[in-house]
């Protein structure tokens, strides 16, 4: 078992110094770390409408909103999903329109550019659900092109095999407040004259405002789809009043103390968007505070206004404080100490929407923003409590009272197949994804690998590694039997070449790596399994020595792995090898050393790393991040247990 690093002891741990000083530095004088979390310009396009919409426009700088969009717009004349993929259809429609919004004319030489662009892709008949949406808001659109969402859906309730918490915590958040624009299918006249005509490929006289078909058994919902406008146009809504009040109250309900609703902009957009259609005014205190949160998340520099679809404060404090702890930092250290503590007070300890579905769990959970009592999730909370458990604390016993009630909590989360999702339960009937409303795909959370190896990683944390007769920690609620519950449908997502799926990052190499590092901790035993995957990351590997993966391997398999190398993407890797040298005894010599030299000698002279690419994933195919810290805390997280193996290693 030997590591044979390339770099001296002393340029490694000069990195490592470098790496802690340069995010120690960036601690909020509260405690916590936040970094932004950029998206595509779907999501500043989409508030610009919003304000047109309230005319609350000229009260934000949206100048230099058209300015931040102007910027984005690539050689090829649109706008990207992430970095690099050649231009995306929905997207630039979208940025075309806001532009549009802001005053900027059709014969804009930007605009011609995208103009071309887009009707090179097949114009707006060829764009999501969603884009389509926002055009019809404005008359751009025809709704007869758009799904109907009745409003009795919201009267459905349990034992019925439907109600709205079978959607995603996402979905359900932004698709509530829908019920109600969609019933009332309101055209609001925010600009004179304004038309996309051009932007109809085949003329805006010969489109067909219909849904279109898939030519298989989910064409019963165009159908379905069918009859609703009949219901609609006769006005032979069923339970109709009642539906839009119930949807109205659940808004109300929902929303956060802050003006916040579900932590992202898709729930506080359509929310806000409800409200109009339903008479409130502008003045209203609910409505003030929904666009005041929609403004916290907003950034600012003197040439440019954007908004970001979320934010990640307690994601990226946990993050940050868990690299620090793990690259050397005294678990007493200032710093940690003040990070652990503004943690430990972001516990939630109020019921959310999770309790439909599990009404034995009770709250001890963490969300991912600064607010959002109605939606944490499994993922954050495994990962604040392994972060907690490394950092001491002044009062240590409430810490230990947090973590147990946060376990006990996740292991009430899980789900018949055995592994965990993200925010519910058992939230997994696929057939929602082929209704003609979801072409995200993206309307159900099922349980997944990489969060599931996340929660398996917070057991070995807390117990210790399994030795050889005892294969299966337990920790509090999360006993034996849960875990091998969990290990099983690990071993069963393992695809045939090694890898792991990765929902929430992109994408196998995350996805793996999470499962390694769980696998190494819980499960060594797991040999085979173990091996096999730390074999696929070395196949991955690229001729300069780091890892990358493309975003498009969500839509394409065959690149699986393959991508340019990237910060995140190595760091994910050498964590993935580190584990499974840690399990197997097996040291893949060469490509951790050749891993650890990439990061290295691609470290920037202030400690950081660049990273254009988007790491990050929201909504596989469809919708991705560039988190800004990731590119900081996992690279100095895989230098710091480098530097920990190899210690133990000589």
Same mark, same amino acid.
């Given at each position: 078992? !030997?590591? !044979?690093?390339?770099?001296?002891?002393?340029? =490694?741990?000069?990195?490592?110094?470098?790496?802690?000083?340069?995010?120690?530095?960036?601690?909020?004088?509260?405690?916590?770390?936040?970094?932004?979390?950029?998206?595509?310009?779907?999501?500043?396009?989409?508030?610009?409408?919003?304000?047109?919409?309230?005319?609350?426009?000229?009260? &934000?700088?949206?100048?230099?909103?058209?300015?931040?969009?102007?910027?984005?717009?690539?050689?090829?004349?649109?706008?990207?999903?992430?970095?690099?993929?050649?231009?995306?259809?929905?997207?630039? $429609?979208?940025?075309?329109?806001?532009? &549009?919004?802001?005053?900027?004319?059709?014969?804009?030489?930007?605009?011609?550019?995208?103009?071309?662009?887009?009707?090179?892709?097949?114009?707006?008949?060829?764009?999501?659900?969603?884009?389509?949406?926002?055009?019809?808001?404005?008359?751009?659109?025809?709704?007869?092109?758009?799904?109907?969402?009745?409003?009795?859906?919201?009267?459905?309730?349990?034992?019925? #095999?439907?109600?709205?918490?079978?959607?995603?915590?996402?979905?359900?958040?932004?698709?509530? #407040?829908?019920?109600?624009?969609?019933? &009332?299918?309101?055209?609001?006249?925010?600009?004179?004259?304004?038309?996309?005509?051009?932007?109809?490929?085949?003329?805006?006289?010969?489109?067909?405002?219909?849904?279109?078909?898939?030519?298989?058994?989910?064409?019963?919902? =165009?159908?379905?789809?069918?009859?609703?406008?009949?219901?609609?146009?006769?006005?032979?809504?069923?339970?109709?009043?009642?539906? =839009?009040?119930?949807?109205?109250?659940?808004?109300?309900?929902?929303?956060?103390?802050?003006?916040?609703?579900?932590?992202?902009?898709?729930?506080?957009?359509?929310?806000?968007?409800?409200?109009?259609?339903?008479?409130?005014?502008?003045?209203?205190?609910?409505?003030?505070?929904?666009?005041?949160?929609?403004? @916290?998340?907003?950034?600012?520099?003197?040439?440019?206004?954007?908004?970001?679809?979320?934010?990640?404060?307690?994601?990226?404090?946990?993050?940050?404080? /868990?690299?620090?702890?793990?690259?050397?930092?005294?678990?007493?250290?200032?710093?940690?100490?003040?990070?652990?503590?503004?943690?430990?007070?972001?516990?939630?300890?109020?019921?959310?929407?999770?309790?439909?579905?599990?009404?034995?769990? !009770?709250?001890?959970? %963490?969300?991912?923003?600064?607010?959002?009592?109605?939606?944490?999730?499994?993922?954050?909370?495994?990962?604040?409590?392994?972060?907690?458990?490394?950092?001491?604390?002044?009062?240590?016993?409430?810490?230990?009272?947090?973590?147990?009630?946060?376990? +006990?909590?996740?292991?009430?989360?899980?789900?018949?197949?055995?592994? %965990?999702?993200?925010?519910?339960?058992?939230?997994?009937?696929?057939?929602?994804?082929?209704?003609?409303?979801?072409?995200?795909?993206?309307?159900?959370?099922? @349980?997944?690998?990489? $969060?599931?190896?996340?929660?398996?990683?917070?057991?070995?944390?807390?117990?210790?590694?399994?030795? #050889?007769?005892?294969?299966?920690?337990?920790?509090?609620?999360?006993?034996?039997?849960?875990?091998? /519950?969990?290990?099983?449908?690990?071993?069963?997502?393992?695809?045939?070449?090694?890898?792991?799926?990765?929902?929430?990052?992109?994408?196998?190499?995350?996805?793996?790596?999470?499962?390694?590092?769980?696998?190494?901790?819980?499960? #060594?035993?797991?040999?085979?399994?173990?091996?096999?995957?730390?074999? %696929?990351?070395?196949?991955?590997?690229?001729? +300069?020595?780091?890892?990358?993966?493309?975003? &498009?391997?969500?839509?394409?398999?065959?690149?699986?792995?393959?991508?340019?190398?990237?910060?995140?993407?190595?760091?994910?890797?050498?964590?993935?090898?580190?584990?499974?040298?840690?399990?197997?005894?097996?040291?893949?010599?060469?490509?951790?050393?050749?891993? $650890?030299?990439?990061?290295?000698?691609? !470290?920037?002279?202030?400690?950081? %790393?660049?990273?254009?690419?988007?790491?990050?994933?929201?909504?596989?195919?469809?919708?991705?991040?560039?988190?800004?810290?990731?590119?900081?805390?996992?690279?100095?997280?895989?230098?710091?247990?480098? /530097?920990?193996?190899?210690?133990?290693?000589?």
């Amino acid at each position: 078992m !030997q590591i !044979q690093p390339r770099m001296t002891s002393s340029q =490694l741990d000069s990195a490592i110094a470098a790496s802690q000083e340069h995010l120690l530095a960036q601690q909020h004088p509260d405690g916590y770390w936040v970094a932004e979390l950029e998206s595509n310009v779907t999501i500043t396009a989409e508030i610009i409408l919003l304000h047109k919409i309230w005319g609350t426009d000229q009260a &934000r700088p949206l100048a230099k909103a058209a300015a931040y969009l102007r910027s984005q717009q690539r050689t090829h004349g649109g706008w990207e999903l992430f970095y690099g993929d050649g231009g995306d259809l929905s997207t630039s $429609v979208e940025a075309y329109l806001a532009l &549009r919004l802001l005053g900027v004319p059709a014969a804009d030489p930007a605009l011609i550019q995208a103009r071309e662009f887009i009707l090179a892709r097949g114009g707006i008949s060829r764009t999501r659900i969603f884009t389509k949406f926002h055009l019809a808001l404005v008359g751009c659109y025809d709704w007869r092109g758009l799904p109907s969402l009745p409003p009795w859906v919201m009267l459905l309730a349990r034992p019925f #095999p439907f109600t709205i918490y079978e959607l995603s915590s996402w979905a359900r958040s932004s698709t509530v #407040p829908l019920l109600v624009v969609f019933d &009332r299918k309101p055209v609001f006249m925010v600009a004179d004259g304004l038309s996309l005509d051009e932007l109809y490929s085949e003329g805006r006289d010969q489109v067909r405002f219909a849904l279109p078909a898939s030519n298989d058994w989910s064409d019963v919902f =165009l159908w379905l789809d069918k009859l609703f406008k009949l219901g609609e146009a006769w006005n032979l809504v069923p339970f109709r009043e009642r539906g =839009l009040r119930l949807a109205e109250n659940w808004i109300i309900e929902r929303q956060e103390a802050s003006g916040d609703w579900g932590g992202i902009i898709p729930a506080m957009l359509n929310s806000l968007l409800a409200l109009r259609c339903l008479d409130y005014d502008v003045a209203d205190p609910i409505v003030h505070r929904g666009l005041q949160a929609v403004d @916290n998340f907003a950034l600012e520099t003197p040439e440019h206004y954007w908004v970001q679809a979320c934010v990640s404060p307690v994601w990226d404090t946990a993050l940050v404080v /868990r690299s620090l702890a793990d690259s050397g930092l005294p678990p007493d250290h200032p710093a940690l100490v003040k990070g652990g503590q503004w943690l430990l007070a972001k516990q939630i300890l109020d019921y959310g929407d999770w309790a439909v579905k599990n009404p034995k769990g !009770q709250p001890g959970a %963490w969300a991912f923003e600064y607010e959002n009592r109605v939606y944490p999730d499994v993922d954050d909370s495994a990962m604040v409590v392994m972060t907690l458990a490394a950092v001491t604390l002044p009062d240590e016993a409430l810490k230990q009272a947090a973590i147990a009630r946060a376990i +006990n909590w996740i292991a009430t989360m899980q789900c018949r197949p055995g592994g %965990w999702a993200a925010f519910d339960i058992d939230n997994d009937q696929a057939w929602l994804n082929r209704i003609p409303y979801g072409d995200l795909k993206a309307m159900i959370d099922p @349980n997944t690998a990489d $969060v599931t190896a996340r929660v398996l990683e917070m057991v070995g944390t807390l117990a210790g590694p399994a030795g #050889p007769g005892d294969p299966r920690p337990a920790v509090g609620a999360l006993n034996a039997d849960r875990i091998q /519950r969990a290990l099983d449908y690990l071993v069963r997502e393992q695809d045939p070449e090694g890898c792991w799926y990765g929902r929430w990052g992109v994408n196998y190499i995350y996805g793996t790596s999470g499962v390694l590092a769980a696998l190494a901790l819980v499960a #060594p035993h797991h040999h085979q399994a173990i091996q096999r995957g730390a074999d %696929w990351l070395v196949r991955c590997q690229n001729d +300069n020595g780091g890892w990358g993966e493309t975003c &498009r391997s969500y839509v394409d398999v065959g690149l699986k792995g393959q991508g340019t190398s990237t910060a995140s993407q190595t760091a994910w890797a050498l964590l993935g090898l580190l584990a499974a040298a840690e399990a197997t005894g097996h040291w893949a010599d060469t490509a951790i050393t050749r891993g $650890v030299d990439y990061l290295t000698r691609t !470290q920037q002279p202030d400690g950081s %790393w660049d990273e254009a690419e988007f790491t990050g994933t929201g909504f596989p195919g469809h919708f991705y991040i560039r988190y800004h810290f990731y590119r900081q805390h996992f690279p100095l997280m895989a230098l710091g247990r480098y /530097r920990q193996l190899k210690g133990q290693a000589a």
